[in-house]
């Protein structure tokens, strides 16, 4: 495996460990107070497809997934958060399986680019920062909201 993409951490008991180095987190909103709640009106959420297409495309040592709980904000479930390079993308309203699999399709957009990309559609309708700070786009100092580029 390529040196530049491990790592050697100590960890607090003194065991050192050699760690893949990963170039995003794909956080999906499964268990939280809202998303997936057809009880409440809400699309479900396909926790099994998410981890399906992980493991067939995959992307272990690429891109780390975790199905939590609440990532906000609520009224936009189901809420999708892929941290890639350092850079957030927020997608909501992901109710279907087709939207799932372009977001898959996005992460291996990304891994086969040379930089970073805003999605195509139907996913960057769905972009979004309800948040204070901006992203940056294409690697440069300025900071703009997402939703301002669609």
């Given at each position: 495996?390529n040196?530049?993409?491990?790592?050697?951490?100590?960890?607090?008991?003194?065991?050192?460990?050699?760690?893949?180095?990963?170039r995003?987190?794909?956080?999906?909103?499964s268990?939280?107070?809202?998303c997936g709640?057809?009880?409440?009106g809400?699309?479900?959420?396909?926790?099994?497809?998410?981890?399906?297409?992980?493991?067939r495309?995959?992307l272990?040592?690429?891109v780390?997934?975790?199905?939590?709980?609440?990532?906000?904000?609520?009224?936009?479930?189901?809420?999708?958060?892929?941290q890639?390079d350092?850079?957030?993308?927020?997608f909501?309203?992901?109710?279907d399986?087709?939207?799932?699999?372009?977001?898959?399709?996005?992460?291996?957009?990304l891994?086969?680019?040379a930089?970073?990309?805003l999605?195509s559609?139907?996913?960057?309708?769905?972009?979004?920062?309800?948040?204070?700070?901006?992203?940056a786009l294409?690697?440069d100092?300025?900071y703009?909201?997402?939703d301002?580029?669609?």
């Amino acid at each position: 495996m390529n040196e530049a993409r491990m790592a050697v951490v100590t960890r607090a008991d003194g065991e050192t460990i050699n760690m893949v180095k990963k170039r995003g987190h794909l956080f999906v909103c499964s268990l939280g107070c809202c998303c997936g709640r057809t009880d409440k009106g809400f699309a479900t959420v396909q926790q099994d497809l998410y981890h399906h297409e992980w493991e067939r495309r995959k992307l272990r040592n690429h891109v780390h997934l975790t199905q939590s709980g609440c990532l906000g904000p609520c009224s936009l479930a189901n809420v999708v958060l892929l941290q890639f390079d350092g850079q957030p993308i927020w997608f909501h309203s992901i109710n279907d399986e087709r939207l799932i699999v372009a977001i898959y399709d996005y992460i291996e957009g990304l891994l086969s680019s040379a930089g970073f990309m805003l999605p195509s559609a139907p996913l960057r309708e769905l972009v979004f920062n309800g948040f204070a700070w901006g992203a940056a786009l294409n690697g440069d100092q300025a900071y703009l909201p997402l939703d301002s580029v669609g």
